[in-house]
């Protein structure tokens, strides 16, 4: 595993996972991420809403994967920063034995998660340093952790908006895809525009021109064909908000900007 010393980040920059981090009320930011995070909210003031119900998606997702599809280890790509119910957390009080894998391409990441993702002695919980971009050394790496000949849980939220160029995009997804055994699964979220239209668009050029880590949105056909080849579960992909909710919830529950949905691999 790369270690990356926290002399490399570059707090200068905006950078997603620690704009989220301030959104949600966090510690772990720079005076840029705030910057741009306070730029976005001028324009969409509900933009946190987002991110705590992807939070929320995150532990469903995990919680169905365990109890109802028998997935014991998850690799998690583009994690962000540690909160609070992350997906070791999740899977690992349901059964302790469950092994999971961390990528971020943040080096800020690393360094928190390395000092607060502490799993179970049962279990096994580990950190890349690797971008999504390079899914062959993410796979390399992670088979230290893995069985890749046992289904996995390929976690995938609110990262692959972050490649800006299509083939880039589809083709990573379908390379990590590739090397998971039959009854693994996939979980993605995306940004998109249908819930706030042009805004949403312009605060994603902004972030951009900023010097941010570049975002785009994609619609729900386009976010649709990253489960090609799957089994797409029921509701299919809907806002990340809709995708199965807890009883209480239900007719409850607002659209955010981040759709996604979970698929059957084999």
Request: charged residues 25%; glycine residues 8%; contains cysteine.
């Amino acid at each position: 595993m790369a270690y990356v010393e926290p002399s490399e980040i570059d707090s200068s920059v905006p950078q997603s996972a620690r704009i989220w981090n301030y959104w949600l009320g966090g510690k772990d930011n720079y005076e840029a991420d705030r910057a741009a995070g306070d730029a976005v909210l001028a324009q969409i003031p509900d933009i946190p809403d987002g991110a705590r119900a992807e939070r929320a998606f995150l532990i469903r997702v995990v919680r169905y994967l365990v109890a109802e599809c028998g997935i014991r280890q998850f690799l998690d790509v583009g994690t962000g920063l540690p909160t609070l119910n992350n997906t070791h957390e999740v899977a690992q009080a349901m059964d302790p034995t469950c092994r999971i894998v961390y990528v971020d391409n943040d080096p800020i990441v690393m360094a928190h998660a390395r000092a607060l993702l502490v799993g179970t002695p049962e279990g096994a919980t580990a950190y890349l340093h690797a971008d999504l971009r390079e899914p062959d050394a993410i796979l390399d790496a992670a088979k230290h952790t893995l069985d890749f000949d046992q289904p996995v849980g390929l976690m995938l939220l609110g990262v692959v908006n972050h490649l800006m160029d299509d083939e880039e995009a589809y083709g990573s997804v379908a390379r990590l895809v590739s090397a998971l055994a039959p009854g693994s699964m996939m979980a993605l979220t995306h940004s998109t525009a249908e819930v706030h239209g042009e805004p949403m668009l312009r605060v994603m050029r902004e972030t951009t021109e900023r010097g941010g880590t570049p975002i785009r949105a994609r619609d729900r056909s386009e976010i649709a064909r990253f489960f090609d080849g799957m089994e797409l579960l029921e509701p299919g992909v809907v806002s990340c908000s809709r995708w199965r909710p807890d009883a209480p919830d239900v007719g409850e529950v607002r659209e955010v900007y981040l759709f996604g949905g979970v698929g059957r691999i084999g």
